[in-house]
Structure formats: C-alpha cells, structure tokens
C-alpha cells in the first residue's frame, strides 16, 4: 500500500465519522484504522442501529464533507487538556483512551489502538497527544491524512458489524462501520466486481447448492459430512495425491486415530500445543490419550520398529488419513477451518546426501498436481526467526535451510523468503497457490526436519558402521483435503474439470419410450475408464427419467454444474443417435460415437 493511499484511507475514516456524527450528533467513537482494501470506524449510537439502508445518505453526508475541501489541521496539546476535551465533547471512549495514555502509557493498547492513536509503546505515561481538525470535526490522531478532504480517492461504505469495545466481551458492543477505498474508481469498481464474484463462488453457498457437504448441529461445528458428490472430490484428489507420489517409491501405511499421550510429550507437540488437542479417557485404564493431531511422530515409530541401514534408506511412508485439532468454535468456517482434518501426509526418512533428490521428487508431484487444475504456483522459503520456541541447533536450522533453498533454486521455481513462518522443528517450502480471482493460498508443504529423528533416538547404521540419525521429510500435497476443497470449490466455482466432477454425465429421457434404448446407453458408460491424471477413474453418470419437462431436468443438472447431458427422445432412439448438450453447445453423436466422445472430454 503506498503511503498516499494508506493517507487516503485514513481520512476516509475520519470523513466516515464526521459524517456520522452530523447525521447522529449524539455519536460516541472508538477507533477508526486502515485496514486492507479500506478502512473502519467504531461507532457508539445508542439504540439506534446503522444498517445497510443508511448507507446512501451516509455517503451522500461523506461526499458533501469531501466536496467542501476542509483542511486536515494538525495541533498538539497537553494530556490533560485533552481528557478535559474528550469529557466536554462527551467522548467517553476517547476519555478512556486518554486516561490510559496519561497512566501506563501504550502497554495498555491493542495493535489497532496502537497504529490509529499514532502510539511507539512504552510504558511511562505519556504528557502530550495529536489531534486533527477538518471542518467542525475534531479527531484524536497522529495521522498521516491527505491536504484537505477533496484528495481522498474512491470509496464506498459495505459492511456494519458489531464490535466489542477493545475486543472485550465484558465491554459495550459497539458498531463496527466499514469502507473500502482506492485510488480510482475504477481500481474500485474492479475490487467490488471481484467482490460479488467472490460471493457466487463461496465454497459454503456452493458445497450446499451442489450438494456435496453438510453439517448438523448433533455431530458439532467443524466436522463436516460429505455427500456422495463431495466424497467424489475427496477420493479422487486423495487418489491423485498418493498416486504421484507411489511414482517416487512411497508406500502406504496405517495408523490408529489415538495415541497415548506419552508421544506427543516425547515429539514435543504436548509442550507446543497441548491446549490444542482432543484428550480421550480410557474406561478400562488409566491410560490418557489423545485423537492424533499429526501424524508424524506415528510414523517414526513404524521407522523405529527394525533395525535400519543405509541400504534400506531412503524409505518413504504415505498416510492419508483424519486427524483432530480443538480448533476455537468461533474460528470455525465451512471447510476451510475444521476440527477433523484429512491429510495427504508423507514422510521420507532419508541420509543427509540423499535430501536433495527427495525434495525434488516432491517439487515435481506438487508441480503436477495442481498444473491439471490450473493452478499457478510459488514457493515460499520459510525459514525460523530470532523468537523462542523452535527445536534444534541453530546450526542443524542454518543446514535445512541452506539446503532447501538450494534445490528450489535448482527446480527453477519462482520463490520468496519469509522468516518466522518455519514449524517448530524445522523450515518448510510452502506452496502458494493463485486462484481465479488473484487470491494466493498457502496449500501443498514440504518440511525439513532434524529435530525429531533425534528427540526419538532413530537411527541408522552408516557404510563405516556407525549410527546415525536420519533426516525426515515431512510432505503434503493438497495439504488439509477439506480446506484444499474450500479453495478449490472457490477456484472453479463449482465449474470442475472433468476428469473430478461429482456427476459428469446425466442422460434426460423426454419419454418413457426410449427405455431400453437408454439401458444400451448405460451399459457403454459403465465400461468407460479414464487414465488420466488418476488411474482408473470410473465414469460417473445418472439418469433422470422422472416425470417432468425437459426444460426442467436441463435446469436440474446445470444447477448441479453436470458437464454432459445426454437428451434422449423416440426420433434420438429410431436414428440411434444422442442429443448432446454442453456449456459449449449442443450436438448429435452416434450411438457407436459414445466412448470415443466421452474419452475426449477427460
């Protein structure tokens, strides 16, 4: 964001409130930050409610502010001064805000509080404070702001919400107005164009329109259940997923849903994130367990269950399968954060001279993977940071990462470094992933990690006879199978290649007259198998033969996004000929034509 349009949005804040305040002279505020895309401000109405309705005369108040091209004036004064200020304009959040300058300084204030008060941290009281004057309206504020209130660029107001003072429940519930603001109007319009795509395409309007999941309020929030479409999707990406990686040697394993605790406080995922996990009571024992929130420190087990050479390594373990997090209710959201999490996990554990051709291996399988759904992808370097919390030498961190980059770099890939976004025990190549609508998603991973095969005690025996740690490599393609389909639902808009979509031909009767002909019809579909990317890939087709116009049985399955319809009537069955209809068009294909045009679609 340049500096001129972080400006803009910030006395498009002030702009907001002062407008307010000449619609509702009683107006209270909080605070009112940029914040991407635009801006906020928080507004204390009483019990009066701001709803969408208002939002064309606050706007038409906003533009007459902006048109009358009032200075933003800057002037300082005296903490007290200013409480006496905020108490006679009757001010009360900003009497609070105030207060707390004059008695701890800035440790008291949130980031937001921090960034719109104009505050350094600190915690000595402060003595003196900013304000800024435009027209009548008078703000506590560092700034910055443009000259006057004719150079804000364009905006619009789009959303109200309710917003706890300072993010505390116990606190007064104010209203959270928002706005967003760029330099043109038409850098606008095209943000508010993505906007309702965004919308069409929500993965949760969509999962239920296309029925392929759902949720109930008795199995609880963030456990989604899959339909038989949705499962569709699932296995055929899981299916995909391991088959790319079977191709560089990877085997598949089992392991149960829970463990006792002993393993995770040995991996040192209980010390890390022990308030994340779903414990579980034996009632035959007294043995604590927990559900499995990975699946990694099962695996070193399986490594650690005979004894190892490096004749045996690399070996590459594959395990698709549910793992549980007690993810907070409030941040749960369709797909996209859930509490039962379906992972494509793969570990190799492997010399330290064999690191760079297994990392390879999996740049190869993710560039594949999301190449045949039309996904562009970078990778970013995630390495560790000055905090406390990671596991391991610095000089075993400084090895990884050196030596994932080098093979990145290598690949040819394009990259970009980011300190502080390596697991705990390692640095990662992240995958981001850029769907149709410019967003980037953080999806597939690949981990480098030294620390766990050492807090386990594995080892292998080495060509001169001694043992030695090997190094495991923690991988996923698709990532959380459940929010890869958030993204990828999203990505298509429900619009799937063929190759995966849940129902891809339905065959529409006009009579029931062409009965047998439409059983010829099923028995050819039956034997279609695709290749290609996924082995053996059954057709899947369905037949609406219910009473009911044509009309409506085509409305049925463009609803349901089916890439192929097949229309049958007498003059198609007396011909033997089908009437095809696509989003591309419609056709006539011959009954002997069916596999071949199937075939061509995949």
């Given at each position: 964001?340049?500096?001129?349009?972080?400006?803009?949005?910030?006395?498009?804040?002030?702009?907001?409130?002062?407008?307010?305040?000449?619609?509702?002279?009683?107006?209270?505020?909080?605070?009112?930050?940029?914040?991407?895309?635009?801006?906020?401000?928080?507004?204390?109405?009483?019990?009066?409610?701001?709803?969408?309705?208002?939002?064309?005369?606050?706007?038409?108040?906003?533009?007459?502010?902006?048109?009358?091209?009032?200075?933003?004036?800057?002037?300082?004064?005296?903490?007290?001064?200013?409480?006496?200020?905020?108490?006679?304009?009757?001010?009360?959040?900003?009497?609070?805000?105030?207060?707390?300058?004059?008695?701890?300084?800035?440790?008291?204030?949130?980031?937001?509080?921090?960034?719109?008060?104009?505050?350094?941290?600190?915690?000595?009281?402060?003595?003196?404070?900013?304000?800024?004057?435009?027209?009548?309206?008078?703000?506590?504020?560092?700034?910055?702001?443009?000259?006057?209130?004719?150079?804000?660029?364009?905006?619009?107001?789009?959303?109200?919400?309710?917003?706890?003072?300072?993010?505390?429940?116990?606190?007064p519930q104010m209203q959270r107005l928002y706005g967003v603001a760029f330099d043109t109007q038409e850098e606008l319009d095209q943000y508010l164009t993505s906007v309702e795509e965004a919308k069409k395409r929500d993965h949760r309007k969509l999962g239920k329109e296309l029925d392929l999941y759902t949720t109930s309020n008795m199995v609880g929030p963030g456990l989604p259940l899959f339909t038989p479409r949705g499962t569709v999707l699932r296995e055929l990406l899981a299916d995909y997923s391991n088959q790319l990686r079977q191709e560089f040697g990877f085997e598949k394993i089992w392991t149960p849903h829970i463990t006792k605790i002993d393993l995770y406080k040995k991996s040192g995922h209980w010390d890390k994130f022990g308030d994340e996990l779903l414990l579980v009571k034996s009632q035959e024992t007294s043995d604590e367990f927990v559900m499995k929130p990975m699946n990694c420190p099962h695996h070193t087990q399986i490594f650690d269950s005979s004894p190892r050479s490096y004749k045996?390594?690399?070996?590459?373990?594959?395990?698709?399968?549910?793992?549980?997090?007690?993810?907070?209710?409030?941040?749960?959201?369709?797909?996209?954060?859930?509490?039962?999490?379906?992972?494509?996990?793969?570990?190799?554990?492997?010399?330290?001279?064999?690191?760079?051709?297994?990392?390879?291996?999996?740049?190869?399988?993710?560039?594949?993977?999301?190449?045949?759904?039309?996904?562009?992808?970078?990778?970013?370097?995630?390495?560790?940071?000055?905090?406390?919390?990671?596991?391991?030498?610095?000089?075993?961190?400084?090895?990884?990462?050196?030596?994932?980059?080098?093979?990145?770099?290598?690949?040819?890939?394009?990259?970009?470094?980011?300190?502080?976004?390596?697991?705990?025990?390692?640095?990662?190549?992240?995958?981001?992933?850029?769907?149709?609508?410019?967003?980037?998603?953080?999806?597939?991973?690949?981990?480098?990690?030294?620390?766990?095969?050492?807090?386990?005690?594995?080892?292998?025996?080495?060509?001169?006879?001694?043992?030695?740690?090997?190094?495991?490599?923690?991988?996923?393609?698709?990532?959380?199978?459940?929010?890869?389909?958030?993204?990828?639902?999203?990505?298509?808009?429900?619009?799937?290649?063929?190759?995966?979509?849940?129902?891809?031909?339905?065959?529409?009767?006009?009579?029931?007259?062409?009965?047998?002909?439409?059983?010829?019809?099923?028995?050819?579909?039956?034997?279609?198998?695709?290749?290609?990317?996924?082995?053996?890939?059954?057709?899947?087709?369905?037949?609406?033969?219910?009473?009911?116009?044509?009309?409506?049985?085509?409305?049925?399955?463009?609803?349901?996004?089916?890439?192929?319809?097949?229309?049958?009537?007498?003059?198609?069955?007396?011909?033997?000929?089908?009437?095809?209809?696509?989003?591309?068009?419609?056709?006539?294909?011959?009954?002997?034509?069916?596999?071949?045009?199937?075939?061509?679609?995949?």
């Amino acid at each position: 964001m340049s500096d001129n349009l972080f400006a803009s949005r910030h006395s498009l804040a002030h702009i907001t409130a002062a407008a307010v305040e000449e619609l509702w002279p009683d107006a209270k505020f909080g605070v009112g930050p940029v914040v991407e895309n635009g801006f906020y401000y928080d507004i204390d109405l009483g019990s009066t409610k701001i709803s969408e309705d208002d939002f064309e005369k606050i706007e038409a108040k906003m533009r007459q502010i902006i048109e009358q091209a009032h200075p933003f004036e800057r002037s300082e004064a005296p903490i007290d001064e200013a409480i006496a200020w905020a108490e006679e304009s009757d001010q009360t959040y900003k009497r609070e805000l105030l207060s707390d300058l004059k008695r701890a300084g800035t440790t008291v204030f949130s980031e937001l509080d921090t960034d719109e008060l104009g505050l350094d941290g600190g915690s000595n009281g402060v003595d003196k404070v900013s304000f800024y004057k435009s027209g009548d309206f008078v703000d506590l504020c560092r700034g910055p702001h443009v000259s006057d209130t004719s150079a804000v660029g364009a905006f619009k107001l789009v959303k109200v919400a309710g917003a706890y003072w300072r993010g505390d429940e116990s606190r007064p519930q104010m209203q959270r107005l928002y706005g967003v603001a760029f330099d043109t109007q038409e850098e606008l319009d095209q943000y508010l164009t993505s906007v309702e795509e965004a919308k069409k395409r929500d993965h949760r309007k969509l999962g239920k329109e296309l029925d392929l999941y759902t949720t109930s309020n008795m199995v609880g929030p963030g456990l989604p259940l899959f339909t038989p479409r949705g499962t569709v999707l699932r296995e055929l990406l899981a299916d995909y997923s391991n088959q790319l990686r079977q191709e560089f040697g990877f085997e598949k394993i089992w392991t149960p849903h829970i463990t006792k605790i002993d393993l995770y406080k040995k991996s040192g995922h209980w010390d890390k994130f022990g308030d994340e996990l779903l414990l579980v009571k034996s009632q035959e024992t007294s043995d604590e367990f927990v559900m499995k929130p990975m699946n990694c420190p099962h695996h070193t087990q399986i490594f650690d269950s005979s004894p190892r050479s490096y004749k045996d390594l690399p070996i590459r373990y594959l395990d698709t399968t549910t793992v549980y997090r007690d993810e907070k209710t409030g941040e749960l959201g369709g797909l996209s954060r859930v509490r039962s999490i379906t992972q494509d996990d793969s570990h190799v554990f492997c010399t330290e001279e064999q690191i760079g051709e297994e990392i390879a291996n999996l740049l190869k399988a993710a560039q594949d993977l999301y190449s045949s759904i039309d996904m562009d992808l970078r990778v970013r370097l995630s390495y560790r940071d000055e905090g406390e919390g990671y596991l391991g030498d610095q000089s075993l961190w400084e090895s990884a990462q050196s030596q994932l980059k080098t093979v990145v770099v290598a690949s040819g890939m394009e990259f970009f470094e980011e300190s502080g976004e390596a697991a705990f025990y390692g640095p990662k190549i992240d995958f981001m992933a850029m769907d149709a609508l410019g967003r980037e998603h953080q999806v597939a991973t690949v981990q480098l990690d030294f620390v766990l095969p050492r807090r386990f005690e594995l080892g292998y025996i080495d060509s001169d006879g001694s043992s030695k740690p090997p190094v495991m490599i923690h991988s996923a393609l698709l990532g959380s199978i459940e929010r890869f389909l958030s993204v990828f639902i999203e990505h298509t808009g429900g619009v799937f290649p063929f190759w995966i979509a849940p129902e891809q031909v339905r065959i529409i009767t006009i009579s029931d007259s062409v009965d047998d002909y439409v059983d010829e019809i099923t028995k050819v579909l039956r034997k279609i198998r695709f290749d290609k990317p996924v082995e053996n890939n059954k057709l899947r087709f369905g037949v609406d033969n219910k009473n009911g116009s044509v009309s409506k049985k085509i409305k049925s399955a463009i609803g349901l996004k089916v890439p192929i319809q097949f229309i049958v009537g007498p003059r198609d069955k007396d011909s033997r000929e089908i009437s095809v209809r696509t989003n591309e068009g419609e056709t006539k294909i011959s009954f002997d034509e069916i596999e071949n045009y199937i075939l061509s679609q995949g």
